[in-house]
C-alpha cells in the first residue's frame, strides 16, 4: 500500500524559500494515473491546496500562490518535492503532501480526491 | 479562503446521528463536481472518508454515507461514536479557480 511521508526543516527565515520532500514508498511517482499534490494547514485553519504535479511535469497550482511556488518529481528518488519563495509568517502551517485521483474501480470522477496523505511536518516561518 | 462551507461543530450523543453540511456554488458543487469527504485528527494524516459523493473507499463502516444535491452535499454519520471525535473537510474541484477546493472544516463532538 501506498505510503507518502514529508521531510524538510522545521524553521524557515522570512523572504527565504521554504523547501520540502515528499517521499513515496509502496508505489511510484511515475503512475500516469496519478498526480501529487500539496496541501497545508495553518495553526488553528482549515486546509488549503496548494497545487499538484504529475511525472510527467504538468502542474497546476493555487492561484493565490501560483508566482511563488514550484513542484517537481525526481522519478529516481521516487519523490516529490515543494518550494515556496519569499515566505512570510502567513506560511506558517503543517504542510502535507498526499497522491491525488480521480478513478477507481473502473468509474472516473468529475473531480479528484487526495489518498493516502502524509501525516505533514510543521513549518514555521521567524526570524 | 475556502469556499465551500461548512458548520463550525456538530455534536450528538454516543448512538444518535449527525449530519455535516458542504455548501458551495455554482462553479463547484452546482456545475457538477464530485465531492469528497475526509476526516482529520490534528497531529495525524487526514483520512479518505468518501469519494465520488456517495463512495466508502474499503475499510470505512456503513455508518457513515454521503449525498449530494444542487449545490450543496452532505455526510452522515449514524450510530455515533466516541472514536467519530475530529475534524471533517469535504472537497471538491471550483472551475473559476481552476483548482480543488476545500470546505472550511466541521468539528464533531460526542457528547
Known amino acids: 500500500q501506498v505510503q507518502v511521508e514529508e521531510s524538510g526543516p522545521g524553521l524557515v527565515k522570512p523572504s527565504e524559500t521554504l523547501s520540502l520532500i515528499c517521499s513515496v514508498s509502496?508505489?511510484?511517482?511515475?503512475?500516469?494515473?496519478?498526480?501529487w499534490s500539496w496541501i497545508r494547514q495553518p495553526p488553528g485553519k482549515g486546509l488549503e491546496w496548494l497545487g499538484y504535479?504529475?511525472?510527467?511535469?504538468?502542474?497546476n497550482y493555487s492561484p493565490s500562490l501560483k508566482s511563488r511556488v514550484t513542484m517537481s518529481v525526481d522519478t529516481s528518488k521516487n519523490q516529490v518535492s515543494l518550494k515556496l519563495i519569499s515566505v512570510t509568517a502567513a506560511d506558517t502551517a503543517v504542510y502535507h503532501c498526499?497522491?491525488?485521483?480521480?478513478?477507481?474501480?473502473?468509474?472516473?470522477?468529475?473531480?479528484?480526491?487526495?489518498?493516502?496523505w502524509g501525516q505533514g511536518t510543521l513549518v514555521t516561518v521567524s526570524s | 479562503q475556502s469556499v465551500l462551507t461548512q458548520p463550525p461543530s456538530v455534536s450528538g450523543a454516543p448512538g444518535q446521528r449527525v449530519n455535516i453540511s458542504c455548501t458551495g456554488s455554482?462553479?463547484?458543487?452546482?456545475?457538477?463536481?464530485?465531492v469528497h469527504w475526509y476526516r482529520h485528527l490534528p497531529g495525524t494524516a487526514p483520512k479518505l472518508l468518501m469519494y465520488?459523493?456517495?463512495n466508502r473507499p474499503s475499510g470505512v463502516p456503513d455508518r457513515f454515507s454521503g449525498s449530494k444535491s444542487g449545490t450543496s452535499a452532505s455526510l452522515a454519520i449514524t450510530g455515533l461514536q466516541g472514536e467519530d471525535e475530529a475534524d471533517y473537510y469535504c472537497?471538491?474541484?471550483?472551475?473559476?479557480?481552476?483548482?480543488?477546493?476545500f470546505g472550511t472544516g466541521t468539528k464533531v463532538t460526542v457528547l
Open positions: 498526499a497522491r491525488e485521483g480521480g478513478c477507481s474501480r473502473g468509474i472516473c470522477y468529475s473531480s479528484s480526491w487526495f489518498d493516502p
Open positions: 509502496g508505489g511510484s511517482v511515475s503512475d500516469n494515473s496519478y498526480y
Open positions: 504535479i504529475h511525472h510527467s511535469g504538468y502542474s
Open positions: 455554482t462553479s463547484n458543487i452546482g456545475a457538477g463536481y464530485d
Open positions: 465520488g459523493n456517495i
Open positions: 472537497q471538491s474541484y471550483d472551475s473559476s479557480l481552476r483548482g480543488d477546493v
